[in-house]
């Protein structure tokens, strides 16, 4: 029996070997995904406030092409985390800092919202009472072949 076993075990280990490359490779885009624990009693202010804050820098961004995209996801049955954010970049060079890019953000903001510096950082010191970091990982989809 014990042989049996072994061998069951040997043969099917040669068989759910996977090689990088050739069985799968990861996708060039890469996901900034941060994860949020809302006080539950404030998930709906934390959206609507997200929506004025972020989700306007992420929608600018997209437009000038420095995004591929982003997501806000929640979900009813988790109580902590409860809140996950992401940004989709081309590749990881697109995900380096600069100079140029913010203050084309900072243009575009500013041409789209006007000058709101003082409400925006209301809000977002806002946030720190009602929320807490959990996570921010960078991922990558898999892509089987």
Do not use: H
């Amino acid at each position: 029996m014990k042989k049996l076993f072994l061998l069951t075990l040997m043969s099917s280990s040669i068989f759910l070997s996977a090689e990088l490359w050739k069985d799968y490779e990861p996708s060039e885009q890469q996901i900034q995904l941060t994860v949020v624990d809302v006080q539950s009693n404030y998930l709906d202010y934390y959206l609507v406030n997200l929506n004025k804050t972020w989700v306007r820098a992420m929608e600018v961004q997209k437009d000038l092409g420095q995004i591929v995209d982003y997501g806000v996801y929640t979900s009813d049955g988790a109580s902590s985390p409860n809140v996950w954010l992401t940004i989709t970049y081309a590749d990881m060079a697109s995900m380096a800092p600069s100079k140029e890019k913010e203050d084309a953000v900072s243009a575009e903001m500013k041409k789209r919202y006007g000058d709101n510096d003082e409400e925006m950082e209301t809000i977002s010191k806002g946030y720190e009472e009602i929320r807490k970091m959990v996570d921010n990982q960078r991922i990558n989809q898999v892509i089987f072949k």
